[in-house]
């Protein structure tokens, strides 16, 4: 089946420590985003890609660092710069005029 | 700008009874216009889209939603609750062509027995 896979589900950070969130997907889609989420604030856009090797700042892309080598790839770095990075992160993907699908998810916990 | 306000927070309603779940939005073009709902830890189901056409629409596991230009909104309905119902649904905006999608910030919902 088709889908989005986001890993992993649960990820700790110490300070100071960067850390790479995964998401991939098999649906062929041309765009991909990152979302954070926290509790009473609905989604807020970190970064997105329409096309490989290109990405776009969303909202609130301070601390974070995104690359996309691969269609299939769009993984997410959250630097030390983020003071505040505890929270909900959600990648989706689309085709062109279609809505997103979403992965299930990865919760981000400070040590 | 660009919008998208659920006006309750949250709701509860018990089990059987009809649900409706506001949304209103503010967009300058034609709006494509998405539910999704959302269960504890995991991540964002579409319900059901307006893109263009009849403005009631058919989503799944029963709801539907009714687009209202002149009142800019698009709210959920749902005829008879179930318990399996609870979580959280969310009401989001995005352009025809473009690649953003503006979300709201949410209504949970409680099913009470």
């Known amino acids: 089946d088709g889908g989005i896979t986001q890993s992993p589900k649960y990820l700790f950070r110490k300070e100071g420590q960067n850390v790479t969130l995964s998401c991939e997907q098999n649906?062929?889609?041309?765009?991909m985003y990152w979302y954070r989420q926290d509790p009473g604030q609905g989604l807020r856009l970190i970064y997105y890609?329409?096309?490989?090797?290109?990405?776009q700042k969303g909202d609130i892309a301070e601390g974070y660092s995104v690359s996309r080598e691969k269609k299939e790839s769009f993984p997410l770095t959250v630097t030390s710069a983020q003071k505040n990075p505890t929270a909900f992160y959600l990648c989706?993907?689309?085709?062109?005029?279609?809505?997103?699908?979403f992965g299930d998810g990865t919760r981000l916990s400070i040590l | 700008a660009q919008s998208v306000t659920q006006p309750d927070i949250h709701i509860t309603v018990s089990e059987g009874a009809s649900l409706e779940l506001r949304c209103n939005y503010s967009?300058?073009?034609?709006?494509?216009l998405f539910w999704y709902v959302q269960s504890p830890g995991q991540g964002l189901q579409l319900l059901l889209k307006y893109f263009s056409g009849d403005t009631l629409v058919q989503g799944i596991k029963g709801f539907e939603a009714e687009f209202k230009r002149s009142q800019s909104s698009f709210n959920l309905r749902k005829p008879s609750v179930h318990w399996s119902d609870a979580a959280e649904y969310f009401c989001?905006?995005?352009?025809?062509?473009?690649?953003?999608?503006?979300f709201g910030a949410g209504t949970r919902l409680f099913v009470k027995a």
């Open positions: 989706a993907s689309r085709s062109p005029g279609q809505p997103q699908h």
């Open positions: 649906l062929n889609h041309d765009a």
């Open positions: 967009y300058g073009a034609t709006p494509y």
């Open positions: 890609s329409q096309i490989v090797n290109d990405f």
């Open positions: 989001a905006v995005g352009a025809t062509g473009g690649f953003k999608t503006i």
